[in-house]
């Protein structure tokens, strides 16, 4: 739909963009932020415009961090002997949320998908290889969501880490097929990390 003004127009498309926001929502939202206070929109236009300065990735785990490590690297009451593979940051945070879970993370940065280019090289799989290899993680979770693209990655990954001394787990239990870890409930979540399964039950 076209608008006679230009800046509200403007909003409105670039609020359409965002994931899960049609026309009509995004309409909504641009009279939302036109009703707020002036000093109050501007906070939030502040706090879009300065993202990217203020947000990095945790060099260690790549999770999202102020800068340096992220607080779950940096927290001496975390169990350093247990690893979780996810695909994204918003992984950790529905699993932190969850609050059954106090081992480390990595984050992959998304999932093998060679029909779109992405191959292993694109995501951060050479790093957590490594680092299972010179840390002694006496266990790796591998939660990648349980999509086609999910499974994928998970059994490259375990493949990579045969021959490493360390479990090697799998997500299982209570995420349904095809379901993305994000949009599980908390209750959902916390089963199907209690529940994981050794991955070499498969070779039997």
Do not use: W
Not at 6 to 28: D, I, S
Not at 169 to 174: D, H
Not at 185 to 198: A, E, H, K, M
């Amino acid at each position: 739909m076209n608008y006679p003004i230009k800046a509200f127009q403007e909003l409105v498309e670039q609020l359409h963009r965002l994931p899960g926001v049609g026309p009509k929502t995004a309409e909504r939202l641009a009279i939302f932020f036109l009703n707020m206070e002036p000093a109050e929109a501007k906070r939030v236009a502040l706090a879009i415009d300065t993202l990217h300065e203020r947000v990095k990735r945790c060099p260690e785990c790549y999770n999202l961090s102020d800068g340096g490590k992220c607080n779950v690297c940096t927290d001496p009451r975390r169990d350093s002997s247990i690893l979780l593979v996810v695909e994204e940051a918003r992984d950790v945070l529905a699993i932190e949320r969850a609050g059954s879970y106090n081992g480390m993370y990595h984050v992959l940065g998304g999932t093998i998908r060679l029909a779109a280019g992405v191959g292993p090289e694109k995501l951060n799989i050479a790093s957590l290889i490594r680092r299972v290899k010179e840390k002694s993680f006496e266990e790796v979770i591998l939660a990648t969501n349980l999509t086609h693209e999910g499974n994928l990655t998970a059994l490259y990954i375990q493949r990579e880490l045969s021959g490493v001394k360390c479990r090697i787990t799998r997500i299982a239990s209570g995420i349904p097929m095809g379901t993305e870890l994000e949009f599980a409930d908390d209750l959902t979540l916390s089963q199907s990390i209690r529940r994981r399964v050794p991955l070499d039950d498969d070779k039997e």
